[in-house]
C-alpha cells in the first residue's frame, strides 16, 4: 500500500523559512510527478509547486521565487524549501504523488505564518 508521509511543518514569523519533506513508501517505482497543495481555512485545495521525475517544475505564481521543490527519485521523496513566507501561505500543505492514473495523497502538514 502506497503511503506518503509529510514532515517540517510549524509555526514561523513572517520572512521566516521552512522546509517541507514527503516521503512515499510501499512503491517499488518512481512517481511520473510529485507536488504540494495547500488548503487554508475557506478555500480550496491549491497546487502550490509540482515537480516531473525528469525534473521539469512548475509554482503558482504567489510562490515562484519564494518556494522551491526539489525531489530524489532514489528515495521517492519531495522536497519543498519555503522562504520569505507570508501570512497567505498559512495552511495545511498535502504531498501528492501521481502514477499515471493513480493518485496518492499525503495526510497534510500544517504551516502557520505569524505576522
Known amino acids: 500500500q502506497v503511503q506518503l508521509a509529510e514532515s517540517g511543518g510549524g509555526l514561523v514569523q513572517a520572512g521566516g523559512s521552512l522546509r517541507l519533506s514527503c516521503a512515499a513508501s510501499?512503491?517499488?517505482?518512481?512517481?511520473?510527478?510529485m507536488g504540494w497543495y495547500r488548503q487554508a481555512p475557506g478555500k480550496q485545495r491549491e497546487l502550490v509547486a509540482g515537480?516531473?521525475?525528469?525534473?521539469?517544475?512548475n509554482y503558482a505564481d504567489p510562490v515562484k521565487g519564494r518556494f522551491t521543490i526539489s525531489r530524489d527519485n532514489a528515495k521517492n521523496t519531495v522536497y519543498l524549501q519555503m522562504n520569505s513566507l507570508k501570512p497567505e501561505d498559512t495552511g495545511l500543505y498535502y504531498c501528492?504523488?501521481?502514477?499515471?492514473?493513480?493518485?496518492?495523497w499525503g495526510q497534510g502538514t500544517q504551516v502557520t505564518v505569524s505576522s
Open positions: 501528492n504523488a501521481m502514477y499515471y492514473r493513480d493518485v496518492y
Open positions: 510501499g512503491i517499488i517505482f518512481s512517481f511520473n510527478s
Open positions: 515537480i516531473r521525475i525528469g525534473g521539469t517544475t
